[in-house]
Every structure is written in C-alpha cells, then in structure tokens.
C-alpha cells in the first residue's frame, strides 16, 4: 500500500540554525500539507500546497517558514531561524484531490522529531 | 470554524464493541463528518467519513444523526492495536480542505 515517507524521522539543530524537512507523498496526489504537533498538544495545521503554490497557510506559517516541491517526488518544509518554540512533531500529509467536492481523505506521514536547543 | 465535541476520554475491552460519540451541533449542509485516529508516537490516521447516510469501511462504522448535529464511530470489536486518540473533525468545503483537529478521544483498551 503508497505511503508518505519523511526524512530524518529525528532532526536537532541550534536555534537560529536553517532546518529543512523533507516528505515523499504518495505519487498520484496532487494536494501536499504540513502540520505540526507540540508535544502534549494538538495537531495544527500549518499550510497546503497544490499546483506549485501555497492554497491556505495558518497563523503559524510565518516569514520563517517556506515550502516547495524541487522535483516530482519531493515535498520540503525549510524553516529558515529556528525558535526554541518550533521544537515539534512535523507531519507531512497528501491527498488526491481537495475539498471542492467535499470528503477527501489525507494520508499522513510518520513525522519528524524536531528538537531545537 | 465549525467545532465538535467529543468526551476527552473512553475505556474499553478487548473484543467488545466500542461507541465513539461526537457532538457537531454547528454543521452546516455541506461539512463532511470525518474521523482520524492517532496510534502512539505516529501520525494520524484516516479512519472513516461520511455527509448524510451511515458509512461502512474495513476499519469502523460511521452513524451519523438524522439531523447531523452529531454521530458515532463504531468500532465493532476492539483490539489493543485500537487505542489511540480519536479526532472527529468537520471538513468544511472552502478550497484546501485543512484538517482542524481538536483534543480528540484518548480511548483505552483493556486486555
């Protein structure tokens, strides 16, 4: 059964330092997402991505953060100074197609551990 | 957005059936009902969806009220592989199709 890859599962880094997460989504979805999920907290939505554009983009989603697709496989989350606060669980999610007609389901992602010191 | 309800935590045996209740009070005509789970240390999981009429799958039963303020996931026979958090969550039809994720249900298995 497709699957949505992440990598690294665990990444640390320094505050202040570039980090750049990386997901494979499943090869026949066209609509790509990031959340995040704090430790102990709730899954948020961070952004959705489709057509080589950003579709909607939460409150969190700030000047820090950028996504792309470089090629035809990958999907990548750079976050350009990282906060202490950024230290999360990052789930990389696709789906087929999109909420225009309603009840798509999206695959998500084993995430990856984000550890900023 | 639209928000849902559901009990911060459930307890269950192993083989019994499992009701997984949640409150949408505030649906509106066009908000599909969706369930995700997440087991331990992974990322969610899509379990079941539904609009109107009950919804079958390999994973759960989806009963939906007949005035969808609210529905049920059932889970027909637990396994210990079941527990998670459970996420009832509207997709509300406005572009995207974001995923608004509240507390969910921690539902326990017991052996």
């Known amino acids: 059964e497709p699957e949505v890859t992440q990598t690294p599962s665990h990444q640390v880094t320094q505050m202040g330092q570039e980090v750049i997460l990386r997901c494979v989504p499943i090869s026949n979805h066209l609509y790509f997402y990031w959340y995040r999920q704090i430790l102990g907290q709730k899954v948020e939505f961070l952004v959705s991505f489709y057509n080589n554009e950003i579709s909607e983009k939460s409150e969190i989603f700030d000047d820090q953060f950028s996504v792309e697709r470089p090629d035809g496989s990958n999907f990548t989350l750079k976050i350009r100074s990282t906060k202490l606060e950024d230290s999360a669980m990052y789930f990389c999610?696709?789906?087929?197609?999109?909420?225009?007609?309603?009840?798509?389901?999206?695959?998500f992602g084993p995430g990856t551990r984000l550890t900023v010191t | 957005d639209a928000k849902t309800t559901q009990p911060n935590s459930m307890e269950s045996n192993e083989e019994e059936p499992v009701h997984l209740p949640c409150n949408h009070s505030?649906?509106?005509?066009?908000?599909?009902i969706h369930w995700y789970r997440q087991l331990p240390s992974q990322g969610p999981e899509y379990v079941i969806h539904g609009l109107t009429s009950n919804v079958n799958n390999r994973m759960a039963s989806l009963a939906i009220a007949e005035d969808r303020k609210s529905s049920t996931l059932i889970l027909h026979r637990a396994t210990l592989r079941d527990a998670a958090v459970y996420y009832c969550i509207l997709d509300i039809i406005q572009g995207a199709q974001k995923l608004v994720f509240g507390q969910g249900t921690r539902l326990t298995i017991n052996p």
């Open positions: 505030t649906i509106s005509g066009t908000d599909y």
């Open positions: 999610a696709s789906s087929r197609n999109t909420g225009l007609a309603g009840g798509v389901e999206q695959y």
